[in-house]
């Protein structure tokens, strides 16, 4: 890292490391491991007798739903109070660290699309058809060659697949276009599905301040359950700066311009977005 310090660190709820990262990183932003969180819910919440029928779904909601501070927080108290969870003592450890963890409070970090520590993943995925639980350590040693060298050469098929292969737009918005000639095919398949996903957005112009736009975007999302749901987002469009924002922070954490405000920016007759949005990352 040259003396670099990280950007953004993701841990598991580990009072040691949160308190070491504190004062040797001081800068860098750091959060919980979402996945270990989810994962004790059963645990600790399992044997409410509203689990299965509304809490579970409840706190989901809460989570994943809102999009400010100020509307986690009063859900948050509504949750509670609606499942009678005031008293809960997990729970309320959970909510005085909740800058750690809840996604609304980490909106304004680049986390390229990650909310877990994705140490099992990632290993279990590299070492795939290699090694097993009856492995020798010399037989580990030879098979780790074997694995990253299998690595390097799908990396290097990518990489030639890139420079030969080049993945056709999937609509005539011309700033699909601009993506497809900057990113690689892997990034450019994201930005495609926000592309894929303006069908189902529908804007409406809330108010004009100068050079200043502010749309309500409303989308149609199918659920699990078979259910369709709206949800919506705010877009702010700086006519000056043609600058688009989103409160979703889909760019801000991932660094991929949004179905919300490509949206906005078809609506407006954008036909190229400045530099910063296509290489931003």
């Known amino acids: 890292m040259n003396g670099r310090a990280p950007k953004a660190i993701i841990i598991d709820q580990d009072r040691a490391m949160k308190n070491a990262i504190a004062i040797v990183f ?15 819910l059963p645990e600790k919440l399992g ?16 989570l994943y739903d809102t999009q400010s501070a100020e509307e986690f927080e009063e859900k948050w108290g509504q949750l509670l109070h609606k499942y009678n969870l005031t008293d809960n003592v997990w729970l309320q450890g959970l909510y005085n660290e909740r800058s750690f963890w809840v996604p609304v409070y980490l909106k304004d970090v680049f986390w390229a699309g990650m909310s877990t520590t994705q140490r099992s993943k ?30 390097v050469e799908v990396e290097t098929t990518a990489d030639f697949h890139y420079c030969n292969q080049t993945i056709p737009c999937a609509s005539a918005f011309k700033i699909e276009k601009q993506f497809q000639s900057l990113y690689t095919n892997a990034k450019f398949k994201e930005v495609q599905r926000e592309v894929w996903g303006m069908i189902m957005c529908n804007p409406t112009l809330v108010s004009t301040q100068g050079c200043i736009s502010t749309f309500d975007v409303f989308e ?8 369709v749901k ?19 922070a ?3 954490m991932r660094g991929i311009v949004c179905r919300y405000a490509f949206r906005v920016c078809q609506m407006k007759y954008i036909h190229e ?3 910063k949005y296509v290489l931003n990352r």
């Open 26 to 40: 001081p800068n860098s932003r750091h959060r919980y491991c979402m996945w270990h969180i989810m994962r004790k």
């Open 273 to 275: 977005l400045p530099e």
């Open 250 to 252: 889909l760019f801000e």
């Open 230 to 248: 709206i949800v919506k987002f705010s877009v702010y469009y700086n006519e000056e700066e043609c600058e688009v924002k989103c409160t979703c």
């Open 122 to 151: 990632s290993m279990n995925a590299f070492f795939y058809g290699y090694v097993h639980s009856g492995t020798t350590l010399k037989e580990f040693v030879d098979q780790f060659d074997n694995a990253l060298r299998k690595k």
């Open 47 to 62: 044997s409410h007798a509203a689990y299965d029928t509304g809490l579970k779904t409840a706190i989901q909601s809460v």
């Open 220 to 227: 149609e999302i199918s659920t699990s359950d078979e259910h």
